[in-house]
T-cell receptor, first 109, second 118 residues
Framework: GQNIDQPTEMTATEGAIVQINCTYQ??????LFWYQQHAGEAPTFLSYNVLDGLEEKGRFSSFLSRSKGYSYLLLKELQMKDSASYLCATMDSNYQLIWGAGTKLIIKP | GAVVSQHPSWVICKSGTSVKIECRSLDFQATTMFWYRQFPKQSLMLMAT?????????EQGVEKDKFLINHASLTLSTLTVTSAHPEDSSFYIC??????????????FGEGSRLTVL
């Protein structure tokens, strides 16, 4: 079967660092995506990992371990505008995205 | 980044009427477009995959006669919700994969359309 797990909700402080984990089990693997979604808006692309390791892009970094079926999104120097849901999604062998339920990140001053 | 425009952003209609939602890729050609639906506090659910010039591929449980998808050109796909009912009220989002940018897998999303059926 196909399954993606990520925490439902996390809370962090402005200026701090937070790591959002995602574990997955999918049939076929063509990469893992992280998307950010603010309430009432469409998701926006953050990162794409298909090889093991860390991809850094400004304040955001994403890590993938294919052997462990594990990824994380790391957000540094948190800002209030980072309050959003963060969606983990894998792409299967048919290039379809399989979405996790999302992690709601709450940033406190 | 590439731009995908979705219209209308908000629509309210009476039960039994049909609603058409448009999804346009503004600065690239999209051979494949995806239509998603998102109910409150739930994740995006893929409804169908739309390929230019051919019939859409619907996910299990999605009624193809109720949700009509047309992808007549490389820049436009439409979703028509026929005989809408209150349970069809949802957030509908389209996304597109660019033909021009190689298959990086990156999807570009429209702004979404919030449908409310009275």
């Amino acid at each position: 079967g196909q399954n993606i797990d990520q925490p439902t909700e996390m809370t962090a402080t402005e200026g701090a660092i937070v790591q959002i984990n995602c574990t997955y089990q999918t049939s076929g693997f063509n990469g893992l995506f992280w998307y950010q979604q603010h309430a009432g808006e469409a998701p926006t692309f953050l990162s794409y990992n298909v090889l093991d390791g860390l991809e850094e892009k400004g304040r955001f970094s994403s890590f993938l371990s294919r052997s462990k079926g594990y990824s994380y999104l790391l957000l540094k120097e948190l800002q209030m505008k980072d309050s959003a849901s963060y969606l983990c999604a894998t792409m299967d062998s048919n290039y379809q995205l399989i979405w996790g339920a999302g992690t709601k990140l709450i940033i406190k001053p | 980044g590439a731009v995908v425009s979705q219209h209308p952003s908000w629509v309210i209609c009476k039960s039994g009427t049909s609603v058409k939602i448009e999804c346009r890729s503004l600065d690239f050609q999209a051979t494949t477009m995806f239509w998603y639906r998102q109910f409150p506090k739930q994740s995006l659910m893929l409804m169908a995959t739309s390929n230019e010039g051919s019939k859409a591929t619907y996910e299990q449980g999605v009624e193809k006669d109720k949700f009509l998808i047309n992808h007549a050109s490389l820049t436009l796909s439409t979703l028509t919700v026929t005989s809408a009912h209150p349970e069809d009220s949802s957030f509908y989002i389209c996304s597109a994969r660019s033909q021009d940018r190689g298959d990086t897998g990156e999807l570009f999303f429209g702004e979404g359309s919030r449908l409310t059926v009275l």
